[in-house]
């Protein structure tokens, strides 16, 4: 069955890449998509889902594309990414979708041991395509020589919880059998779409002198650090005896405190690196012998990164990293104004593909000063944080404008060039403007945009001494310009300066 996903990409009001993902559509072109597969279930405790952590990526040149040749059934996420000349731009939020389900397909593996002299222990892997959701399990026996079919139905949920951590297979005890007699055995999944294909077909007799022999499968098991991890060792035949070992040298399990046996387990309490190794357990009994391995891999969440300040201007932090070790799916940059600011010092996130090595902050506030840290993240989690940076976009406040070359005058108004003000980096909010004579006691105040050059004050008196006062505003803050000026005479000449005090 075909499976596709159809993606449509649009610009929000704010500029920003967003995605949308249809369950099915044709289309042509796109930007560049990435997508991974989540889990439509969650993994078992301390067990790392296998397609976690798988990303794909693809490209294409409009604003939607189709995503082909997905699996069935299962829950993608998907973000996007837009690239230009200057680069490639921040991924977008991921959205999930689920491609339609099909019919499940054989189970991986499958095992049928003589438990006793009326029963058999059928034991089995899921799918390695499930193609969605598996509802149930069906144990099909019937005699080798002809006879009855008859079957039992393993709902997955319930059996999964028997497998629990550290392993997924399932098995059931088929009962009610004669001994010594030959039985087949085979086992199908079902989900929503319906039953899936046969396993192999099995044959054995129950036997009430059964050997011991291991229905558990083995195999490699990633686990999640930090958490607790159960392998077992489940067997059959009667008056069973288990001894587990590992391949590094090392205390024995049982006096080593880092394990614990419990019955058919051996949990590991606390998995990090120096318990990833091989395990074996051998399954004795007076009439046989059973052997099964483990490969243990720890898998860990990835290493702090090391954040470095590349550059920085007036409203932009232009930032890069080294690569972290190991595989990981992506990054997360978090930053935030140091104090105060309309940002309330509050962390914003931005995602990034898990092959950036650099990121530019933009749209900043001028001469402000940011904490910004980086953290990497895998199938395992997140890191912890990289070292905390403490650093500042260029300009700071303005400074006001020399007199002589701010003010002109004449009898009856005042011109201010305020080109003259030095923005100090800073893009300039519009000035304030407020004048008022030394015997007045209101000011007459107006607004004045920065690319509004000269601008004037008129209605003044001739030969009259004034208060200038401008207010001048950045992101880095306000500067207020106090100033003195007389208009001329009538007949255009000076007036004494006086001294002025401020009380």
Known sequence: MSVSVRVVLWRSAG?????????????????????????????????????????????????????????????????????????????????SCVTLEDIPGPPADVKALAHSDQSVIVSWLPPERRNGN?????????????????????????????AAEGQRELQTEVTGLREHAVYEFWVTATSAAGEGDTSAVLTTAPHARAPAAIWSFGGVVRAVCGRALRLRCGAAGGHVTRVWARRRPAPPLQADPRYLLDGEYLVILNVDRSVADNYTCAARNAL?????????????????????????????????????????KGYTLEHGRAEGGAEGGAWARTRLAADARGHTLRRLACGAVYRV???????????????????????????????????????????????????????????????????????????????????????????????????????????????????????????????????
Request: glycine share 10%; charged share 15%.
């Open 15 to 95: 500029g920003r890449a967003g995605a949308r993902a249809l369950r099915r559509g044709v289309g042509a072109g796109g930007a560049r998509v990435v997508a991974a597969p989540a889990p439509a279930r969650p993994a078992p405790a301390g067990v790392v889902n296998d397609l976690e952590g798988q990303v794909e990526t693809r490209r294409a040149g409009g604003t939607e594309t189709v995503l082909q040749a997905l699996q069935s059934g299962t829950n993608y996420s998907i973000s996007v990414r837009a690239r230009t000349a200057a680069g490639p731009g921040p991924v977008s939020d991921p959205v």
């Open 288 to 328: 046989g012998a059973g052997r099964a391995a483990w490969e243990v891999r720890a898998a860990c969440a990835p290493p702090p990164p090391r954040l470095r300040l590349a550059h920085a201007a007036p409203a932009a932090l232009a930032l890069v990293w080294d690569s972290t070790v190991g595989p990981i």
């Open 134 to 162: 598996i509802d149930h399990y069906t144990v099909y026996t019937r005699p080798q020589r002809g006879g009855q079919q008859s079957q039992v139905m393993v709902r997955a949920s319930g059996a999964r919880q028997g």
């Open 373 to 503: 840290r980086l953290s990497a993240y895998n199938a395992a989690g997140a890191s912890p944080p990289s070292e905390e940076l403490l650093v500042s976009t260029k300009g700071g406040p303005s400074r006001a404008a020399p007199e002589k070359t701010l003010i002109m005058t004449n009898s009856s108004c005042v011109n201010l060039n305020l080109l003259t003000w030095d923005s100090n980096g800073c893009p300039l909010f519009p000035f304030v403007v407020s004048v008022r004579g030394f015997e007045e006691t209101s000011w007459r105040s107006k607004t004045v945009g920065p690319a509004i050059q000269p601008t004037s004050i008129c209605d003044l008196q001739p030969a009259t001494w004034y208060h200038l006062k401008i207010v001048a505003t950045t992101a880095a803050g306000t500067t207020l310009g106090n100033y003195y000026f007389a208009t001329l005479t009538e007949e255009g000449g000076k007036v004494l300066r006086i001294v002025v005090s401020l009380s």
